[in-house]
């Protein structure tokens, strides 16, 4: 077995003091909100603050750029279909490395770094932030996997006032 890290040290400290403190009231399982949110992964990003929301409100599937690929679309699918959520929010943001480079420039990267040909590897890179938006909002709208009931709303989130824009 590996050493501990200093990180997962601190996470045994906090959590530590989060379950001497914890309510021990089951959450459920299935989103009480009926609510999935699809982000970015940017650690700038506190989604349960901006939107309001509790544990237990929503499923929040992250990824670089918050992009509907294919392991986001199947996570939607489990929550729609064995959590019954009935509504699917995407959320992208100002200043995302996602819309600041390119495949080409991650596959130089890895290939400088670590001698690695990725140029297989799918990136999810982007030039336009709304229209990013609207891409994995329609992709989720037309998905066959979903009833045609289902509420799609797409976000941008700006880091620096934190401010949440409603994309049309």
């Given amino acids: 077995?590996?050493?501990?890290?200093?990180?997962?040290?601190?996470?045994?400290?906090?959590?530590?003091?989060?379950?001497?403190?914890?309510?021990?009231?089951?959450?459920?399982?299935?989103?009480?909100?009926?609510?999935?949110?699809?982000?970015?992964?940017d650690s700038r990003i506190d989604l349960f603050a901006i939107a309001g929301l509790s544990p237990g409100d929503a499923h929040v599937i992250r990824n670089a750029g918050g992009r509907?690929?294919?392991?986001?679309?199947?996570?939607?699918?489990?929550?729609?279909?064995?959590?019954?959520t009935r509504e699917f929010v995407v959320v992208h943001h100002t200043d995302c490395g996602m819309h600041k480079f390119t495949s080409d420039d991650l596959h130089q990267r890895i290939k400088e770094r670590l001698g690695q040909d990725v140029s297989g590897m799918r990136f999810d890179f982007f030039t336009d932030l709304d229209e990013s938006v609207r891409a994995d909002v329609a992709a989720i709208r037309t998905c066959p996997f979903f009833t045609p009931d289902i509420n799609v709303t797409g976000f941008v989130y700006d880091v620096f006032t934190g401010v949440l824009r409603l994309v049309s």
Avoid: K, W
Wanted: proline content about 5%; overall charge neutral; aromatic content about 6%.
């Fill in 68 to 84: 509907a690929n294919h392991d986001a679309l199947a996570s939607l699918v489990i929550s729609h279909t064995l959590m019954g």
């Fill in 1 to 41: 077995m590996e050493p501990m890290t200093d990180t997962a040290s601190e996470f045994l400290r906090a959590n530590a003091q989060y379950a001497a403190h914890f309510d021990g009231v089951a959450r459920p399982v299935v989103p009480r909100r009926r609510l999935a949110i699809l982000a970015c992964m």
